[in-house]
């Protein structure tokens, strides 16, 4: 295999960029650690975010202005 010591570069689930997936990049499969934090926090705000009062659409109780 003549890309054997080549890293595999995957997208970046955050900026899409190019990211080698190899145990050197210890954010892998993001590009760096920024992206990672970014992507985990986007993933917990939307784990622990509450939908509180869902719109109904079918409700037809309330008139439509
Ligand atoms: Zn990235």
């Known amino acids: 295999m003549a890309a054997r010591d080549a890293p595999r570069l995957v997208p970046c689930p955050t900026c899409g960029k190019p990211a080698p997936f190899a145990p050197?990049?210890?954010?892998?499969?993001?590009?760096?650690?920024?992206c990672?934090?970014?992507?985990?926090?986007a993933w917990a705000s939307e784990r622990f975010r509450v939908p509180a009062a869902a719109p109904t659409d079918?409700?037809?109780?309330?008139?439509?202005?």
């Open 58 to 65: 079918n409700d037809s109780s309330v008139p439509d202005a």
């Open 24 to 34: 050197a990049n210890a954010w892998r499969p993001f590009c760096s650690e920024r």
């Open 36 to 41: 990672r934090s970014a992507d985990l926090g």
